[in-house]
């Protein structure tokens, strides 16, 4: 097995096709110094049409002769014949141009020639027969290209296919450079994740936060001690449904206290005045209506719901516990008013949101490492495959093993 560099490869490549279809590209290359001659000569004859008709045609003829020499110079030099670098492609453009040149030299002859014709016979006929030469050999490497030259065209469009693995050569290279500065940025954020935790950790360690933590704790767990005691809300609902659709009446019921009870019970009673009137009335008036049977309740529920009103006149402690609840907004007041003017409260909130932050950046860090790693995976396959279809069909040309290698920048 022959083993060849990427970068080698296709001058290799072409060394073992021009070996290999020497004949063939001999041949082309005869036509197209034929052809090559032939447009030199025309050239040259456009100047014999100049000097010829110095003297012998009117100025106006003479203006028109020299615009055809000049406009048929310029397509002949237009034309792209090739010296080294020949191909089915390059050859193909070639009988393209001169197809092109005989449309253009038929254009440019039918405007100007009749101006100049008598006088020019013979630079005419000597430019048809030349023009008739340049077709002839341009048909000869028409048909030469269709018979001879299909197998060795073959062989030079596997060259078109190397591209494809460059292309895919430079983006492995590029995703592999994303992905070590994606992984490398990862890092750096993760490592800035756990010093932003860890300094939270640190803030939240201070007393004044262990106080307030306790606290807070502590009041919801009284919060939840209140509202266990408020077993009487489906009744209230009830009642309230029956006041505002006007099905019930009861003097002197305060129907706006009732619906903020319905909202935050415990705020509402922390809300209210001392003794909480407004409280025990709505009880006092729930329990008359419950024992009138007037909200057709189930006789186990009713019975139950009146049993916890009794329990709250009964156990007094209701009024208590809203004051506790008040001393403690107080003291959480308090620990919340010394944690700002220590400045924590600032810090703990700067660094949660740089948290938050950084939390959204390392989940589309994430994302882009897992898409860039994707589109190296199915690069580097897409490479695998491209060689070796390239190698097998190289190797069915030139009848020798060989291997592309490609070597990375990284």
Known sequence: MTEILLEEFEDFYKDKLDSQFYKVKKAVKKQIS???ENLLEIKVCTDHFIEAGEGKIEEKALKSLHFFSDRIKKEIDDIEVPEDEITYDVMHDLLNSIKKLFTNINDIAKKSVPKFQK????????????????????????????KKYTELKDAEYLLKRLPKIFNLKENIEHAKADLENFEKELEER??????LTQALTSIEKNELFKELDKRENDLAQLRMKINNQFGFKKALKKLKFELEKDLMHIPNINIYFLKDFLKNPINALVKESRDLPKFLALLIQLRHVLEENKLNLKTDVRDKTVNQINAIFDEKSIQEDIDEIKEYHRIIDEIKKNIEQEGLAVQREDIKNKIATNTVKLEHLDHDLDRKNKDYLRYLSSLKTEREEIQNSITKVINQEI???ITFSF
């Open 34 to 36: 034929e052809i090559r």
């Open 119 to 146: 006088e020019l016979q013979g630079e005419i006929k000597e430019l048809s027969y030349i023009t008739r030469k340049l077709g002839n050999n341009q048909k000869e490497m028409d048909e030469f290209l269709r």
């Open 190 to 195: 993760k490592k800035e994740q756990e010093d």
């Open 403 to 405: 291997k592309i290698n």
